[in-house]
């Protein structure tokens, strides 16, 4: 079985994890394959050999990859959309980070995963993604994004206006800091923190989340993922930050975005013991009350 294994950057303050991960790993023989610039962080620290396998794109991962080991936070499974692609390959998410929606599986756990990747002991939960269809050139070939899409002003000038479209029907004209477009997997993140519903992963909707709203009784809305959203843009300023997930481009208030539902989508390793209700309660210590 080959595992490729993704992380960002080296923390000293995690290498003893990295060494328990790569040590079971090569007790059970896997075959391991890394990012090429974690690996040469690993390398220097006399961590892996210097001849182990790596990869820098996508059609480097698609050699015989079986699953990928996202170590870091939610940010770094993100960065690995862009890796993985349609290529089908179940990520799972070791979390060094703070909350870990996404990755899930915390230092202490690390045996009890790979024994159950051995195993078979796991459930694969497929992710709908979101994309940007036109302008095509304005992210290049990785336009889509696990979370969201953001639209936002470019620095603390006054609010921009954003005209929204429901398959050509008009919406709203948003007067506010930005307009979050999310998918059910970005429910929990930007999203929540400007007021979004939380979805379950399953469900075919997104949500449109205004930036801190000038109209207090504009609120966010949930619509189907099947269809286009049309975003017209007018402010002071000429341009304006569209982000996918982490990427984030600055464009002219001239262009229109189409935003659509992904024809792809993206494979998260789960286990039975960590269902979505079960991670949301103790990610939002929901009843964490001396009194219960």
């Not at 195993?119 to 304005?138: G, Y």
């Not at 001239?254 to 989508?265: D, G, T």
Request: hydrophobic letters at 40%.
């Amino acid at each position: 079985m080959k595992i490729a294994l993704f992380a960002t950057y080296f923390s000293e303050e995690h290498e003893e994890y990295y060494m328990e991960l790569l040590g079971r790993l090569s007790y059970h023989n896997f075959t391991i394959t890394i990012y090429r610039p974690f690996y040469e962080q690993l390398v220097q620290k006399h961590l892996v050999s210097p001849d182990t396998e790596t990869f820098e794109n996508n059609q480097e991962l698609r050699n015989g990859v079986d699953y990928l080991f996202s170590i870091g936070g939610d940010g770094t499974l993100l960065k690995t959309i862009s890796l993985i692609k349609d290529s089908e390959i179940p990520i799972l998410g070791f979390n060094t980070g703070r909350l870990g929606f996404l990755s899930s599986i915390s230092k202490d756990e690390i045996s009890e995963a790979i024994t159950n990747i051995l195993d078979k002991r796991f459930i694969i939960e497929r992710r709908s993604l979101i994309k940007i269809e036109t302008p095509p050139n304005l992210f290049g070939e990785n336009n889509f994004a696990l979370n969201e899409i953001t639209v936002h002003k470019r620095d603390s000038s006054s609010m921009i206006h954003i005209h929204a479209y429901i398959n050509n029907v008009f919406l709203n004209t948003y007067w506010a800091d930005g307009l979050i477009i999310s998918t059910p997997t970005g429910s929990t993140a930007y999203s929540l923190s400007c007021g979004g519903p939380i979805l379950t992963p399953d469900s075919a909707n997104f949500i449109i989340t205004p930036i801190a709203i000038h109209n207090l009784t504009v609120r966010p809305i949930v619509v189907p993922d099947n269809v286009t959203i049309k975003l017209k843009i007018e402010g002071r300023i000429d341009n304006y930050l569209v982000t996918l997930d982490s990427n984030n481009v600055v464009t002219s208030s001239s262009i229109e975005l189409e935003i659509k539902k992904e024809n792809f989508q993206i494979k998260l390793v789960n286990f039975p013991n960590k269902p979505f209700f079960s991670t949301i309660r103790e990610k939002l210590m929901w009843g964490w009350d001396k009194r219960n």
